[in-house]
């Protein structure tokens, strides 16, 4: 019923998942909405995604997650993918040096692709796998810091940190809409009444009175 649809999520964000293949994209996607890891996940082929409903600051936000594969041949049309996007998670593997590496990469393609107002965390995913550790936590904290990204070393293997990245991204693409939906409201009240015009509050469309839906 439409009603009640409409009554299910104050907002809907939707966030993609990107990084070198083999990182373990696919399985943080199943561990944060299913609860569920596999060991011998194949390659995805083409995108899939998965939604799941959470609080956030008091808010009930639904989180669409895209998922797509790391290997070039198999990824499905960059720009589709990126489009309404309003986070990222961008995922290296802590043992494997070159995945992390490419991360430069990963950033270029969301320049080049994702609206410049996208929400960015870097995740250095395995961190069950110590003993086999090729990038240092601070190296990577350091090159977060320097390119403005949130930053968490996560395994999806043992449930760390997947909840908090999620929960972290959502966080910052709320406050942002937030506040922007405040300096609209505030814009309005100063122009006072009569002197009304369209306020553009930009990609994520946030009327806190309204469903808001940031894919397309
Ligand atoms: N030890 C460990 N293994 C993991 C973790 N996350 C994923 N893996 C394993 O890493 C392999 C690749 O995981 P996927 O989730 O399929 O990787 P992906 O990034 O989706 O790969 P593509 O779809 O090819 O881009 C699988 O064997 C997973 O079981 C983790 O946190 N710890
Ligand atoms: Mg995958």
Known sequence: ???????????????????????GKSNILSRFTRNEFCLESKSTIGV?????????????????????AGQERYRAITSAYYRGAVGALL??????????DNIQRWLRELRDHAD??????????????????????????????????????TSALEAVNIEKAFQTILTEIYQIISKKALAAQEAAVSMGPGQGRAINVADVSANPTKKNCCST
């Not at 019923?1 to 990182?23: Q, T």
């Not at 995922?91 to 992390?100: E, L, S």
């Open 1 to 23: 019923m439409a009603h009640r649809v409409d009554h299910e999520y104050d907002y809907l964000f939707k966030i993609v998942l990107i990084g070198d293949s083999g990182v």
């Open 48 to 68: 899939e995604f998965a939604t799941r409903t959470l609080q956030v600051d008091g808010k009930t936000v639904k989180a669409q997650i895209w998922d797509t």
């Open 91 to 100: 995922v290296y593997d802590i043992t494997k040096r070159q995945t992390f």
């Open 116 to 153: 410049s107002n996208i929400v960015i965390m870097m995740a250095g995913n395995k961190s069950d796998l110590k003993h086999l550790r090729t990038v240092q936590e601070e190296d990577a904290r350091a090159f977060a810091e320097q390119e403005g990204l949130s930053f968490l070393e």
